[in-house]
């Protein structure tokens, strides 16, 4: 069945190639936010109508990034099925319970993507839509794309706290607890950050440009969502966010003994930057110390410069950020 939902999961999704190239107009107001329910249309709508549904729904709610066909017969005969399976139907349900109205959602990224606009006019994303994919896969959670100025959720991926009937689907725990609404508007500001922000060319990629990218997000939460408690804009729970703020002289020294900020084969730090329970360097750790670390040289660095958040995410010296900020923790 995991199978089945994977290939329907996919099919619903449209390419970034062919956002890209949509000719659909766009609502466009960044203060007024409000998702497009695909799932409640999928769902709620009876079978002998659901064609009609789709089609009203593409013709005046269509996100480029989804790619919905309602006159393709097969992709339609694989919708039926997925919508009357009696597993993802509870899903579902679970789903609604928690989601079914997103108001207070809207509310907050509405108020947190106007700041981000007054601080870098390029940001404009005003497509927003939420489904359901039955397909648990956590890097699939947000997809954004700049170019059709779009972002699609899978609004079930921050339900899984209440699918241990299911076990979870397998999922180890860390990633059940980094899927719930606290983390989630904030996640949504975090992927549309780093579609702003300007990378080197990935071939020279070393282990400080990846911190300091990371760090570039957590600081336009800061801006952004300037109520949010750190722990939440990093993703941490109290313990974690209490030892890496012990333990950040620590790692730090870590690091430079061990000659890592240049590093370029991910394979030797990818563990530093993971979603997981902790960090395998130290013991009863915080997970993802990396993007902690680039977090406070990258505060330091807006600290000792002038720079807009504009000039900070077109900068990929990441080299020059360090220096410039006299991070010393």
Sequence with gaps: MKKTFKILFCSLLSTIALAACSGKSHRGDAADIQFDRYEQVMFDTPSDRLTDALRKFQSEHDNPLLNIHPDDQQYMAQLYDFVNDNTVRDIYEITQKHYGNLHWLEKELSGALKKAKSLDDDIDIDHFATFVSGYFDYSQRILTDRNSKSLLLSIDQYALGDMEK???????????ELSDSVFLASDIMAEIARQYRAMPDEKD?????????EGKVLYFLDKVMPRKDDRLKI???????????????RVWAYFIQNEMLYEKDFSRYHNFFDDAPKTNAFKDSAPRTTHYIGWQIVRKYMENTNSTMKELFANTNSQAILQASKYKP
Excluded: C, H, K
């Design 166 to 176: 299911y076990s979870y689907f397998g999922l180890p725990l860390y990633i059940v």
């Design 205 to 213: 990629l070393t282990m400080l440009d990846l911190m300091v990218a």
């Design 235 to 249: 993703r941490y729970s109290e313990e974690q966010f209490d030892w890496m703020q012990a333990n950040e002289g």
